[in-house]
């Protein structure tokens, strides 16, 4: 039978999915321990995954994905395309992630990936080791996402509570519920339901494997800081971030999109000083339009629907293309 099953690549990172806390009822603290079951071993508790799966464990980390960042990106990018490359049978990719960041590593990969095959991310709000954990089921629908015909052409997808959701669109929502992971604007592709798994549309913006950014040979993402817009805000932190070398910085500005009047100033000066500066919205839904007077004309660009902490990506991606804001200004308009 196995001889008949698609071949899945999992890829440990660590994160609550693969945490042990001290009791049934560790919720939060178990983080503190520092137990991080390794990859095999997570696979091993879901015995379930050899009716539908070969699965192939392959260990990267085993942290909080409060530790995981461009560096990690970059490695986790080549694990997965030499994984890959090394046997052409491996039919998609499961990578295993805490839920604090996934949606950062997720559209990463969504902008990076250059292998064809599905690459889904999961993670748990609950540790292996708990009442009601929730990994296991979020695993095993990884893996049945991965060796979907239908995934393939989806870009980078996200499932968790049983939602296939864009690596674009879905944020993390909520602290503790298993309902975190939506997409607010958009809504989920599709679901793993206990039949089968059903797609109901397709993200049209472009997505792997068919992107521009090829970062193969980069020992380091441009520097790229969020500043975040609130009542009184100074300059301060603006003029640090330039002071530190940032080559871009992205404005999580009040809703709908707007620094404070001194951040304006600021970031208008660093904009002329060559820095390029995306304009985003704290709100978590909805676009920045493209603006001619309140953008355009102060020397910034819209993130359009993206979030914060996911146009700093894409503008990280797109200073290794160029630095010219009209080029940079159309990889918005496409991703």
């Known amino acids: 039978m196995s001889a008949t099953l698609p071949k ?4 440990g ?3 609550t999915i693969s945490g042990v806390g001290s009791d049934r009822l560790d919720l939060y603290e178990y983080g503190t321990s ?3 079951m390794h990859v095999e ?4 508790t879901v015995p379930e995954l050899a009716r539908i799966a070969t699965v192939v464990p392959v260990r990267y980390l085993n942290v909080g994905s409060g530790s995981i960042g461009p560096a990690n990106w970059l490695e986790l990018l080549g694990i997965i395309h030499a994984t890959v490359e090394a046997d052409p049978a491996i039919a998609g ?3 295993t992630h805490g839920t604090a960041t996934l949606e950062e590593t997720a559209y990463f990969l969504n902008l990076t990936v250059k292998v064809a095959v599905p690459v889904v991310l999961v993670g748990a709000m609950r540790p292996s080791s708990a009442l009601g954990a929730d990994g ?16 393939r052409g989806m870009g980078v997808l996200v499932v968790l509570n049983d939602e296939i959701n864009a690596a674009r669109d879905v944020a993390k929502t909520s602290n503790y519920r298993l309902n975190t992971f939506v997409s607010r604007d958009f809504g989920m592709l599709g679901s ?9 549309r397709k993200p049209l913006r472009r997505a792997a494997p068919d992107t521009e950014f090829d970062v193969a040979g980069l020992a380091a993402l441009p520097r790229v800081d969020i500043i975040l817009a609130y009542g009184g805000a100074d300059a301060v932190l603006v003029e640090a971030a330039v002071a530190a070398g940032a ?3 992205v404005s999580a500005g009040l809703p709908s999109g707007a620094p404070s009047p001194e951040q304006k100033l600021a970031l208008q000066a660093a904009a002329k000083a060559g820095v390029v500066v995306v304009q985003s919205s704290r709100s978590g839904s909805g676009r920045v339009i493209d603006s001619k007077v309140a953008l355009r004309d102060a020397g910034f660009l819209a993130a359009d629907s993206l979030t914060p902490q996911k146009a700093r990506i894409l503008l990280m991606l797109a200073l290794t293309v160029s630095r010219d804001p009209a080029v940079i200004r159309r990889i918005f308009a496409e991703y």
Do not use: C, H, K
């Not at 296991?136 to 995934?151: C, D, E, F, K, T």
């Open 8 to 11: 899945i690549a999992v890829i």
């Open 13 to 15: 990172t660590g994160g």
């Open 34 to 36: 520092g137990r991080f």
């Open 41 to 44: 071993e997570l696979i091993a």
């Open 93 to 95: 990719v499961v990578v």
């Open 136 to 151: 296991g089921m979020n695993l095993l629908n990884g893996v049945r996402v991965a060796a979907s015909p239908a995934a």
């Open 192 to 200: 793993a339901d206990g039949d089968q798994v059903t797609f109901y």
């Open 247 to 249: 080559l871009g910085l």
